[in-house]
C-alpha cells in the first residue's frame, strides 16, 4: 500500500516525487511513464522507502503503526493480540542509529579531551648536541590493546597489563639505542585497541573479538602507555611528532586517542599529535619521504600509486620512499619502483582465532633510523621481556 504516510520517510525529493506519483497513478506502470523511468526503477525505489519505514517502526501491513524519532532505529516490535485477532499492546523497542551513535560519542570524545587539556607534565629538553640529520622512527605494530589470550590455548597469556608492560618495556629499549636526534616519530600503525565497542565485536563486519576487561578500562589503560611512549621520547628528542593510525579494529578509538594526546600535550611545544583525518600520512624529511597507513586500505600493493598519485611534488623532491603499515601482524618487505614498502609484526602474541589458523610470527617492535640524504641507515628491534 503506498499513501502519503510513506512521504515522512524518503530520504531524497526524488523518492518523494515516486510516492507522489504512485498515489496519483492507478499501476506502477503508468507512474513510471510520468517519471521518464522505468516500472523496475520506480519499484526499487518505492521498496527502499517502505524499507526505511519499516527501520523506523512503520509498517501497517505488519502491524506496525508507531514511527520512532529522527536518529532512531526501531531495533523489535512486539504485538499482543486477543482472541480474535486484534491489537490490543504494543511495544516499540528503539536505539539510535549508527551515525547518531557516532555523532554522540565525537561530543563525548570532544568534551573529554577539553577536560583533560594541557595536563601534562613538563619534560626538561636534552642537553645534548642533537643530530639535525637523523630521524628517530619508532614504529608500534597492532598492539591489540584489550586483547584477552589464554596461555593454555595460545601459548602466551596476554591482557592489558601485559600489553602495558611490555608496550613500555620494549619502547624504553628503543629509546636507550635511538640515536641522539633532533626530531623523533612515534608512529602507532593502526589497531593500537583491539576493540572499540562495549559488544567487543569489530564495526565493520560484526565479528566477535576475546576481549579482556570494559571499553572504558581498555582505553584508559591505552592512552596512558601512549602518553608514557611520548614522555620517555621527549626526554631524548627536542621534537616528537605523533601519528595514530586508524585501524581496521578501532576506527572510533583511535579517533578517540588523538583527540584526547592532543589536548593533553597542548601545552607542551615540543609535542606534535597529528591529526589528520586521512587513511595515509605523509611525513618529508630531507630526501626521504615516508607514507604511513594501516595496510587494510588502500592495500600495501596499492601505496606505491597512491604515494606518487596523490603526492607527485614530494615524490619528485626525495630520492628514499618508505610505506609504512602494519595490519598483517608479520614482517613484509616490497621494493616497487622507486619505493619500498614494509609491513611491520607487533608485540602482541596471538589470539585464538590467529593460533588455530596457525599464524607464527615473532613478537617485536622496530626503530628505524633514516638520514636526511641516504636513507634509512639502521634499525633495532626489541622483544617482549
Not at 36 to 46: A, F, N
Not at 114 to 126: E, F, I, S
Not at 216 to 243: D, P, Q, S, W
Request: some cysteine; proline content about 4%; hydrophobic content about 35%.
Amino acid at each position: 500500500m503506498i499513501d502519503e504516510s510513506l512521504l515522512e520517510f524518503c530520504t531524497t525529493e526524488r523518492q518523494k516525487q515516486h510516492v507522489k506519483a504512485k498515489i496519483e497513478h492507478r499501476t506502477a506502470m503508468q507512474a513510471a511513464e510520468s517519471l521518464g523511468i522505468t516500472k523496475r526503477s520506480l519499484q526499487k525505489s518505492l521498496q527502499q522507502i517502505k524499507v526505511n519505514a519499516a527501520k523506523r517502526g512503520w509498517s501497517p501491513q505488519h502491524d506496525m503503526h508507531h514511527s520512532v524519532p529522527d536518529g532512531f532505529v526501531a531495533k523489535g516490535v512486539s504485538t499482543l493480540y486477543d482472541d480474535e485477532g486484534n491489537v490490543k499492546v504494543q511495544w516499540v523497542k528503539s536505539a539510535l542509529t549508527q551515525q547518531d551513535k557516532l555523532d554522540a560519542m565525537t561530543k563525548a570524545i570532544e568534551e573529554m579531551a577539553l577536560n583533560n587539556a594541557g595536563l601534562a607534565p613538563k619534560v626538561a629538553k636534552p642537553r645534548k648536541r642533537l643530530a639535525q640529520d637523523e630521524l628517530a622512527c619508532y614504529l608500534i605494530g597492532d598492539a591489540h590493546m584489550g586483547m584477552y589470550a589464554w596461555g593454555d590455548e595460545t601459548g602466551n597469556d596476554f591482557d592489558c597489563e601485559i600489553a602495558s608492560r611490555d608496550l613500555k618495556y620494549a619502547f624504553d629499549r628503543l629509546v636507550q639505542n635511538a640515536p641522539d636526534s633532533d626530531t623523533a616519530l612515534i608512529l602507532n600503525l593502526g589497531d593500537f585497541f583491539h576493540f572499540d565497542n562495549q559488544e567487543q565485536t569489530t564495526r565493520a563486519s560484526g565479528h566477535s573479538l576475546d576481549g579482556d576487561t570494559r571499553l572504558e578500562r581498555v582505553f584508559a589503560i591505552g592512552i596512558t602507555v601512549m602518553n608514557y611512549m611520548v614522555k620517555r621520547a621527549l626526554e631524548k628528542h627536542k621534537k616528537v611528532i605523533c601519528r595514530n593510525v586508524r585501524g581496521n579494529h578501532d576506527d572510533i578509538m583511535s579517533m578517540a586517542l588523538k583527540f584526547q594526546m592532543e589536548a593533553y600535550w597542548k601545552s607542551e611545544k615540543r609535542v606534535t599529535i597529528e591529526m589528520s583525518p586521512a587513511p595515509c600520512w605523509i611525513y618529508e624529511f630531507g630526501k626521504v619521504g615516508l607514507l604511513i597507513t594501516h595496510g587494510h586500505a588502500p592495500k600495501p600493493n596499492k601505496l606505491p600509486e597512491v604515494f606518487a598519485g596523490m603526492h607527485p611534488e614530494l615524490w619528485g623532491r626525495t630520492k628514499h620512499r618508505y610505506a609504512l603499515h602494519g595490519h598483517f601482524h608479520s614482517k613484509m618487505t616490497h621494493d616497487s619502483a622507486g619505493i619500498r614498502v614494509e609491513g611491520f609484526s607487533n608485540l602482541a602474541p596471538n589470539d585464538a582465532w590467529h593460533n588455530e589458523q596457525g599464524y607464527l610470527s615473532p613478537q617485536e617492535m622496530t626503530m628505524v633510523v633514516y638520514h636526511k640524504e641516504r636513507g634509512e641507515i639502521r634499525r633495532s628491534i626489541e622483544r617482549p621481556a
